[in-house]
Nanobody, 120 residues
Framework: QVQLRESGGGLVQAGGSLRLSCAASGSIFSIRAMGWYRQALGKQRELVATITSGGSTNYADSVKGRFTISRDNAKNTVYLQMNSLKPEDTAVYYC??????????????WGQGTQVTVSS
């Protein structure tokens, strides 16, 4: 069974940095795009950044220039380096992956989420 597990969330002051990690585990045949999404209290989940297996990236306008997504294909892990954090970045951050298991079809997998809180 495929699982995504996030780590690295926490409490940080405005202007600070955090690095999120998300490792995919289980019987994985291949991983296509991976990404990070976030959901603030009372708001809909929104895209933060995505990265293809080839390394092409896409960012939400609100995080461009501050956040960097990267991945280690050998470790089935995606990272999100967050710099110059703002209180409005406070949210639960979710990892997502388009993953084909060894036995099965490609599917959309989600992690359980990690809380990021930025104090002013």
């Amino acid at each position: 069974q495929v699982q995504l597990r996030e780590s690295g969330g926490g409490l940080v002051q405005a202007g600070g940095s955090l690095r999120l990690s998300c490792a995919a585990s289980g019987s994985i045949f291949s991983i296509r795009a991976m990404g990070w999404y976030r959901q603030a209290l009372g708001k809909q989940r929104e895209l933060v950044a995505t990265i293809t297996s080839g390394g092409s990236t896409n960012y939400a306008d609100s995080v461009k220039g501050r956040f960097t997504i990267s991945r280690d294909n050998a470790k089935n892990t995606v990272y999100l380096q967050m710099n110059s954090l703002k209180p409005e970045d406070t949210a639960v951050y979710y990892c997502n992956g388009d993953i084909t298991p060894v036995y099965g079809r490609v599917n959309d997998y989600w992690g359980q989420g990690t809380q990021v809180t930025v104090s002013s």
